[in-house]
């Protein structure tokens, strides 16, 4: 089983509509949860990182659930560019991150 | 402050060529890694260095060498290049603080293409 899954999408959405993804991660242990936003053809960049009480930021908003162990990003009144590949990120312990496939948005006009 | 640099950003070698990707940080950083990213995979742990001095097997060492050359710099060489070395190769650092935030930063990538 892969220690973090997302669902790859992919996502088109019209501008201004509300979009969740969803990952689900493997290790019941692990510590801090992120997700991060890959420009095509660019390294990822942080987006927001993920709290156990659910946090905001602006039109981004990402939850927590450690009994399911999943986590999600919710984007509200997409703009085109929002259009990007968001991946979803596990710090099980030790040093090691581990990344999901990532799962493509396309905000339409 | 430039944060991760990579050198080079491109690069296409002929099967069974070396070469060493180059990787610096100025962030004073703890660890780094070295990820590769190919299509429908997501990003997969090459090597990391938890610290100086430090060097561990990720998820797809076969092929590669690491080495910490020093706090700054991790380099990546692939001693006998081939066609399925072909990918996208990112260095990302992190500060590592116990009990805190461990937000990764990557470097732009280095595209390489083995023929």
């Known amino acids: 089983r892969k220690e973090v899954e997302q669902d790859p999408g992919p996502f088109n959405v019209p501008e201004g509509a509300t979009v969740a993804f969803n990952c689900t991660y493997s290790n019941s242990a692990s510590q801090s949860f992120f997700w991060y936003r890959q420009d095509c053809r660019k390294e990822p960049k942080l987006l927001m990182s993920?709290?156990?009480s659910g946090n905001e930021d602006g039109r981004f908003t990402a939850q927590l659930n450690r009994a399911s162990q999943y986590i999600s990003l919710l984007i509200r009144d997409s703009k085109l560019s929002d259009s990007a590949t968001y991946l979803c990120v596990v710090y099980p312990r030790g040093n090691q991150f581990y990344f999901g496939t990532g799962t493509s948005l396309t905000v339409i006009p | 402050n430039a944060g991760v640099t990579q050198t080079p950003k491109f690069q296409v070698l002929k099967t069974g060529q070396s070469m060493t990707l180059q990787c610096a940080q100025d962030?004073?950083?703890?660890?780094m890694y070295w990820y590769r990213q190919d299509p429908g995979m997501g990003l997969r742990l090459i090597y990391y260095s938890a610290s100086e001095g430090t060097t561990d097997k990720g998820e797809v060492p076969n092929g590669y060498n690491v080495s910490r050359l020093n706090k700054r710099e991790f380099s990546l060489r692939l001693e006998s290049a081939a066609p399925s070395q072909t990918s996208v190769y990112f260095c990302?650092?992190?500060?590592?603080?116990?009990?805190?935030?461990?937000?990764?930063?990557f470097g732009p990538g280095t595209r390489l293409t083995v023929l």
């Open positions: 962030m004073n950083h703890n660890s």
């Open positions: 993920v709290y156990s």
């Open positions: 990302a650092s992190t500060k590592n603080r116990a009990g805190g935030s461990n937000e990764q930063f």
